[in-house]
């Protein structure tokens, strides 16, 4: 997650900053709808077939060498 572009990223066990996240989310719905926009096509990219098709090639490419 890329703090403010695909997400938002909280310290862990920092209850008042996950609520404070989550009303800032609830007052903005459109930053809700951006950063989750933003997050799917980073998925897509980082984790599409076309993406895993061509790691499992360059591993097996290195395992048969």
Known sequence: IADGRTGRLVAERDAAGLASAIRAL???PEDGRRLGAAARIDVIERFGWP???ARFEA????AHR
């Open 26 to 28: 609830l007052e903005h």
């Open 59 to 62: 591993a097996y490419a290195r």
């Open 51 to 53: 993406e895993a098709a």
